[in-house]
């Protein structure tokens, strides 16, 4: 059965403090992995889009890594800021159809 | 440019009463879709649509019906609203598949109470 697992449920870190959030998959034939953010009360916006051959992509302060060996992604986040306390949902687009499996989520939660 | 807009924000609904959740893009993209998000789980899809004049089931489709008349609207109609339709609705769009590295873009969500 195509599954995309996240851990952990729910983090709360410092400011300033880096992150790391943990995504794996079942999903198969695959075709791209994607990371969105979604802050409370709103719409998932996307941070990353990584095909087959690409290791690892950032944008800004979010770099996001895959192994599509072991079928694993993470998503770092560099010093963080109060603004990203939000749930990061990972996404994984199957087939030729491009179904679209998401994980649950991980709620990130960040104190000054 | 708008983006993907929803309306309305929060509605509650009596059992048995019927619905239409708007959806709108103003960036003319060909893919639109509707989800739904319950608590503490993934994004489902309900229905999605490859252009005007087509649209197909996703995994959850049961209990709604869809449209796609024009490029820009893809409403979502409840007919006989049952408590386990209680949830946050999310439209998208994007230009092309999700297959390809296309990016999907979520409108702000309708938050659905069925009572």
């Known amino acids: 059965k195509n599954q995309v697992e996240q851990s952990p449920q729910s983090l709360i870190i410092l400011e300033g403090k880096n992150c790391t959030l943990q995504?794996?998959?079942?999903?198969?034939?695959?075709?791209?992995l994607r990371w969105y953010k979604q802050d409370t009360g709103r719409g998932p916006v996307s941070l990353t889009i990584m095909t087959f051959s690409e290791n690892t992509k950032s944008n800004g302060r979010y770099t996001a890594t895959l192994d599509a060996d072991t079928k694993q992604s993470s998503l770092h986040i560099t010093a963080s800021q109060l603004s990203d306390s939000a749930s990061y949902i990972c996404v994984v687009s199957e087939g030729s159809q491009g179904n679209l499996i998401f994980g649950k989520g991980t709620k990130l939660s960040v104190k000054p | 440019n708008a983006g993907v807009t929803q309306t309305p924000k929060f509605r509650i609904l009596k059992i048995g009463q019927s619905m239409t959740l708007q959806c709108t893009q103003d960036m003319n993209h060909n893919y639109m879709y509707w989800y739904r998000q319950d608590p503490g789980m993934g994004l489902k899809l309900i229905y999605y649509?490859?252009?005007?004049?087509?649209?197909d089931k996703g995994e959850v489709p049961n209990g709604y019906n869809v449209s796609r008349s024009t490029t820009e609207d893809f409403p979502l109609r409840l007919e006989l609203a049952a408590p386990s339709q209680t949830s946050v609705y999310f439209c998208?769009?994007?230009?092309?598949?999700?297959?390809?590295?296309?990016?999907?873009?979520f409108g702000p969500g309708t938050r659905l109470t069925v009572t």
């Open positions: 649509s490859v252009g005007a004049g087509i649209t």
């Open positions: 998208a769009s994007s230009y092309s598949s999700t297959s390809g590295s296309y990016e999907q873009y």
């Open positions: 995504c794996n998959y079942t999903v198969s034939p695959f075709s791209n």
